[in-house]
């Protein structure tokens, strides 16, 4: 091995010790990447826990990770409010930068009894969720009714969904690609930390306000904490896709799919869809949408009219 | 505690003992200075190796500071047979508090806080965000397309392949364009750096 791994004789403080290369250090990407099959990835840790060339190169890429997502969290708003929301800036220019850094380590981490006690009756009063039921998605409008998106569903016992942006455009790829809100509901999850968990559900508060830009901007800060929850990447991929940012949807969405919890990696198939039909990309949206009819994915029916309604459109 | 510089010119400077295995010696003879040196030493890979691990800055946080009251702990008690290789061993119990975290149906057991282990921890948070700030100037001399190589690769997630196809070119070529953008941000954070180098004094 090349690498410099500490001497274990000597016991002075070394301040001017230089690493030289490592040939291991090109996995690290890989290991932040999560890329590595376990063996793999024990080995490379115990190799960087002794190795500071490779432990550098850890280092610098999850800074990088952080700092890039921190960065794409803050640049959102300033492309992607919807339409009838792009009067000013998300966030008041005097106001300070929202901290987007993933939660850094938190030296006291106990929660006061009080706010324990609240954490507990906010847990017993949350409604039981069933996934299925609570995902669905408000009834859209006809295809193609330019303007005429209808009032979102509710939920008995649930959450109202806000109106969809009353989105009109001329274009007709454009009219299959509006987008009807999916309703959420808050479901209570043990696996959450408590402050992604808020996150969350700060986010999700600006979602039920249709302030789907802010909700995109709180998720993609979000989803870097909790990059596994499929639900996250769900919400996340159609915030975005509702703030006009159909391109940074895609991701997001793909993610749920590839994390197959349901219903979320069902339902991303038919918002794919709508992506894709942003983007005027055919085939990309006749595949999504044959999924999502198979996985019986959207709004009721909404999939094979779109399918129908694609074939008309001129190649 | 020596006043430890971000990053340094295409090398990283450690103000940590080369040996940690002293420290485990004379913790266990009570002495508080070599606690917190070694709680140092531990706390940014520990970290790095749960973040990797969970993806979860939170836990990840969480969990490292179950970690060092753990190994310190059991330096206090002279538990640690091997002091030499007391990195392993914080790594092995890393490991073992996220696997019990994952089995456990409700969390973790909150062990109380150390004093020692607090402040070992803001200073790696400190510690971070002054690097995360080069980062940010270091970035800031990257292209637009190399910063979105960057960000669809380092966040996204995405493949070469999947990153070609976003932006219109061969895979290869974004594979090259990644490869040459990380290289980039080393290089600007190397010049940001060198002016410092010769003034480097502890604190």
Redesign the interface.
């Known amino acids: 091995m090349t690498c410099y791994v500490r001497p274990r004789a000597t016991t002075q403080m070394d301040e001017t010790r230089m690493t030289t290369p490592c040939s291991q250090t090109s996995l690290a990407e890989a290991y932040v990447g999560g890329e590595l099959d376990d063996d793999a990835q024990a080995r490379f840790e115990e190799h960087y826990f002794e190795c500071d060339a490779c432990f550098e190169a850890v280092q610098r890429l999850q800074d990088l990770q952080q700092v890039l997502a921190a960065e794409r969290a803050t640049s959102l708003p300033a492309f992607a409010l919807p339409e009838g929301r792009a009067s000013g800036p998300a966030r008041p220019a005097s106001a300070p930068p929202a901290d987007t850094r993933p939660a850094s380590v938190k030296p006291v981490r106990r929660l006061p009894v009080w706010a324990m006690a609240a954490a507990a009756s906010l847990v017993a009063v949350a409604a039981v969720w069933s996934a299925r039921t609570l995902l669905r998605p408000a009834e859209a409008p006809a295809i193609a009714t330019q303007g005429g998106a209808g009032r979102a569903g509710s939920i008995p016992g649930g959450l109202e969904s806000p109106p969809p942006p009353p989105v009109v455009r001329p274009d007709p790829w454009l009219a299959l690609a509006v987008v009807t809100p999916p309703v959420y509901a808050p479901l209570p999850t043990r696996s959450a930390t408590a402050a992604t968990a808020r996150a969350f559900e700060a986010a999700m508060t600006e979602y039920t306000a249709a302030n789907y830009a802010r909700a995109a901007l709180s998720l993609t800060d979000v989803a870097v904490r909790a990059p596994d929850d499929a639900r996250v990447q769900f919400f996340l991929g159609v915030s975005r896709l509702l703030a006009g940012d159909t391109g940074g949807a895609t991701a997001p969405l793909q993610r749920a799919v590839a994390l197959k919890v349901l219903p979320y990696s069902d339902e991303a198939h038919f918002y794919l869809a709508k992506a894709a039909l942003a983007a005027h990309d055919r085939s990309r949206a006749e595949a999504e949408l044959q999924r999502a009819v198979a996985a019986g994915a959207g709004p009721e029916g909404e999939a094979a009219r779109l399918l129908v309604a694609l074939e008309t459109l001129p190649r | 505690m020596?006043w430890r510089r971000p990053?340094t010119a295409g090398?990283?400077?450690?103000?940590?003992?080369?040996?940690l295995?002293?420290l485990v010696t004379r913790i266990e003879r009570g002495d508080a200075t070599a606690e917190a040196a070694l709680l140092a030493a531990l706390a940014?890979?520990v970290?790095?190796?749960l973040?990797?691990?969970t993806?979860?800055?939170?836990?990840?946080?969480?969990l490292?500071?179950d970690t060092l009251i753990a190994v310190l702990r059991a330096a206090r008690a002279g538990q640690v047979r091997d002091g030499?290789a007391i990195?392993?061993f914080?790594?092995g119990v890393a490991r073992n508090l996220l696997a019990n975290h994952r089995r456990a149906?409700?969390?973790r057991n909150?062990e109380p806080?150390d004093e020692r282990?607090?402040a070992a921890?803001?200073q790696?948070?400190h510690e971070?965000r002054e690097?995360?700030a080069l980062?940010?100037r270091a970035?800031a001399g990257l292209s637009e397309t190399d910063?979105q190589i960057?960000?669809?690769?380092?966040?996204?997630?995405?493949k070469p392949a999947a990153i070609a196809s976003?932006m219109g070119v061969s895979a290869e070529a974004a594979r090259t364009r990644k490869t040459r953008a990380?290289r980039r941000?080393?290089d600007e954070?190397d010049d940001l750096l060198r002016p410092a180098a010769g003034d480097?004094s502890?604190g």
């Open positions: 020596a990053y090398v990283m400077v450690h103000d940590d003992p080369a040996d295995g002293p940014p890979r970290r790095a190796m973040l990797a691990r993806r979860d800055a939170d836990l990840a946080g969480d490292t500071q030499a990195r392993s914080a790594l149906s409700f969390g909150a806080l282990v607090v921890i803001e790696d948070e971070r690097r995360e980062l940010r970035l910063r960057l960000l669809l690769t380092l966040v996204e997630n995405l976003r990380l941000v080393k954070l480097h502890d």
